[in-house]
């Protein structure tokens, strides 16, 4: 059972744009929504994250934006840069601090 | 602050072999969290640790066991090695700091079964 769905796989944007990941979840236990940013090579990195009370949060380019009602969450990289381009995942968190993650957006940004 | 650190980062093993992976955390951290990257299942949690206790375990058969340490390093262990084994494994050492979440990985351990 998939309790995070993320979309697209692959993305691909040009320099300057908007790049948009979607997360969808089931169990509505979670209390913790991070994003996670991976390059070749190396563990991920936490990017940004949100708690269920908060409908967007933003830190620089990078922009959280949570529906409760839906159960849906994504991540908006605003200007895009090549220096972007990386795998990309969601997660949930419950109570107990175990971490699910979705299976990862490849992102492409174009120069 | 030196990061996540695990050794080795590269493995190769024999299908039958067992493997002992290592994990020092951010000093200060007392939670190490391990994870399973590959390409068809992606990234999946294996177990949490901490303050030495096992406090949550994914989905992984018994062949799979970890341990902590008082000084918060964290082992995992692999038993009976099969092909399907061959990943990334990844630790992760995390604390809530100012009633915020703080979470590190470390760049992984590549185990390779043969």
């Known amino acids: 059972q998939q309790q995070v769905k993320q979309s697209p796989q692959s993305l691909i944007v040009q320099k300057g744009g908007i790049s948009i990941i979607n997360c969808a979840y089931e169990n509505t236990a979670f209390d913790y929504f991070p994003w996670y940013q991976q390059f070749p090579g190396k563990g991920p990195a936490l990017l940004i994250a949100?708690?269920?009370?908060?409908s967007e949060k933003k830190e620089g380019r990078f922009t959280i934006s949570f529906n409760k009602s839906a159960k849906q969450f994504s991540l908006h990289i605003m200007d895009s840069q090549p220096g972007d381009s990386a795998t990309y995942f969601c997660?949930?968190?419950?109570?107990?601090?175990?971490?699910?993650f979705g299976k990862g957006t490849r992102l492409h940004i174009l120069p | 602050k030196a990061g996540v650190t695990q050794t080795p980062r590269y493995l190769i093993k024999t299908r039958g072999q067992q493997v002992t992976l290592s994990c020092s955390p951010i000093?200060?951290?007392?939670?190490v969290s391990w994870y399973q990257q590959t390409p068809g299942q992606g990234l999946q949690f294996l177990f949490e640790?901490?303050?030495?206790?096992?406090?949550n375990k994914g989905n992984f058969p018994g062949r799979f066991s970890g341990r902590q340490f008082s000084n918060s390093r964290s082992e995992m262990n692999v038993s009976t090695l099969e092909l399907g084994d061959s990943a990334l494994y990844l630790c992760?050492?995390?604390?809530?700091?100012?009633?915020?979440?703080?979470?590190?990985f470390g760049p992984g351990t590549r185990l390779t079964v043969t």
């Open positions: 992760a050492s995390s604390s809530y700091r100012a009633s915020s979440y703080e979470q590190y």
């Open positions: 000093s200060g951290h007392r939670s």
């Open positions: 949100i708690r269920p009370d908060v």
């Open positions: 640790y901490f303050s030495e206790t096992q406090r």
């Open positions: 997660a949930v968190k419950n109570r107990d601090d175990k971490i699910i």
